[in-house]
């Protein structure tokens, strides 16, 4: 019942293949292995030849361009898919890098996630950490939300289309049943996989980014629980659970899930789209606050790292994607109250970003500015490269978290993040400099 895709090593039809019965090559990516199928394509890791670049391929089974189906269901899914290559530019969506469809062949290039995706994670045998599953369903709102804001709703969220980078970095991936609300009409009836499916999907009514909002309801209530909040054993008594049971709390299921973190899965799942969260930001609100309050002393979420970005006045020019990117750039820690955090005649071309408390600048212990939440400070030593030495120390006032960003790191994010990110300082700089003659020119 569940059309989850399988993960295998299928054997593959082709003449033109190896031994293996793989195909050798497909337009100009060499088949390296198969990964995984679906019911009418199969994907492989593959080489572009002319790039070496890696990449998920995948095909469109040769024998399905004459199933009956084609032309109404399939066909209009991948194109779909292909129509999205290159617009879909997100740290947690799956890149689509080039698609091809003709009367003989289709194909998609995507960006190869070595790590798999969240299935072997909801069995209830291998369960992530409760914090990891927020971070997961925390950075899932953002890309959604960032693809909702591009007329897109996905439709099928659900683990197998989860890919699992590094730790808590996922990517989005399969967006063949989306909905564009700027697209073409296609075949639209009850795309997707039962048991992710909403109410208003069962019963056929329009979808929103609500409808993403309850598959995601679903996805985080299996990796809490290890349990789906609905099954039945067949597909009318399914549809029936969906439309009319109640799903018991997390935490009555499985220990260690806080009760704190029942409302917000709940009100995901709301019956009703107009009882969830009214926005993606606001369901990722309640996880990042959710996360803020079960983050130890040492630990720094990811969550808790781009809201304080996405905070800040001066950095308000940057996209999603670049906010992200600077969250992995910078070096993250907490401090406690009465620590140096760079002392006087100390040279460094760091960069520091106060993300949480107060920190006191003081001159052979006088006190000369106090730098709150949200503010940068070193940017001067920093443009100057180093060659600047700290006329003042910078002391934590209090409990602090803060962020180191070291020149090589900011070097590695893409030149127009840095080049917004360089502007935003530099416009720091110019008003703490107004404001220093300003006060100057104040008589005494």
């Known amino acids: 019942m569940d059309q989850q895709e399988v993960i295998s090593e299928p054997k593959v039809e082709n003449s033109a293949g190896d031994a293996r019965g793989l195909p050798s090559r497909v337009g100009k990516y060499d088949i390296i292995k198969p990964l995984g199928r679906g019911a009418a394509a199969m994907v492989y890791l593959a080489r572009d030849s002319f790039d070496g670049r890696e990449v998920a391929l995948k095909v469109i089974k040769p024998e399905y361009f004459k199933h009956p189906e084609f032309q109404r269901v399939y066909r209009p899914q991948f194109q779909v898919e292909a129509s999205l290559a290159g617009k879909l530019d997100h740290p947690h969506i799956v890149a689509i890098y080039d698609a091809v469809l003709n009367d003989e062949q289709g194909y998609l290039a995507m960006e190869y996630v070595p790590g798999g995706n969240l299935a072997p994670y909801v069995s209830g045998k291998n369960l ?22 591009r007329g897109i709703v996905h439709r099928d969220i659900k ?38 499916m909403s109410p208003e999907q069962v019963e056929e009514k329009p979808l929103t980014h609500q409808s993403d909002m309850y598959c995601l309801g679903i996805v985080l209530y299996e990796l809490l629980t290890g349990l789906r909040p609905f099954v039945a054993r067949t597909l009318p008594a399914l549809f029936k659970k969906i439309l009319n049971d109640q799903p018991v709390p997390p935490s009555r ?42 983050s130890s002393q040492q630990a720094v979420p990811d969550s808790e790292k781009f809201e304080a970005l996405k905070k800040v006045k001066m950095l308000s020019s940057l996209s999603e994607p670049e906010l ?19 002392g006087e005649g100390e040279q460094s071309d760091r960069l520091y970003f106060l993300a949480k408390g107060e920190a006191k600048v003081t001159k052979r212990g006088r006190l000369l500015n106090v730098i709150h939440a949200g503010e ?28 180191t960003f070291e020149r090589a790191a900011l070097e590695q994010v893409q030149a127009r993040c840095q080049l917004r990110f360089l502007w935003a300082l530099l416009h720091n700089v110019v008003d703490r400099l107004v404001l220093a003659d300003a006060r100057l020119a104040q008589p005494n």
């Open 128 to 149: 992530l950490p409760v914090d990891n599953a927020v971070e997961v369903a925390f950075k899932c709102c953002g890309a959604l939300d960032y693809a909702f804001r």
């Open 324 to 342: 992200w990117a600077l969250v992995k750039a910078g070096q993250w820690s907490r401090a406690p109250a009465n620590q140096v955090i760079i």
């Open 253 to 294: 299921l499985q220990a260690g899930v806080p009760a704190a973190l029942d409302p917000v899965v709940l009100r995901a799942l709301a019956k009703n789209p107009e009882e969830r969260y009214a926005s993606w930001a606001d369901f990722a609100l309640e996880l990042a606050s959710i996360g803020r309050l079960r």
């Open 376 to 403: 940068f400070f070193g940017e001067m030593s920093f443009i100057a490269n180093g060659g600047l030495a700290r006329q003042a120390t910078v002391e934590s006032a209090g409990d602090l978290l803060l962020a």
């Open 159 to 196: 683990p197998a289309n989860i890919m699992v980078g590094d730790g808590t970095d996922i990517k989005i991936g399969d967006f063949g049943a989306a909905y564009l609300q700027h697209g073409e009409s296609v075949e639209t009836l009850r795309l997707g996989t039962p048991s992710y």
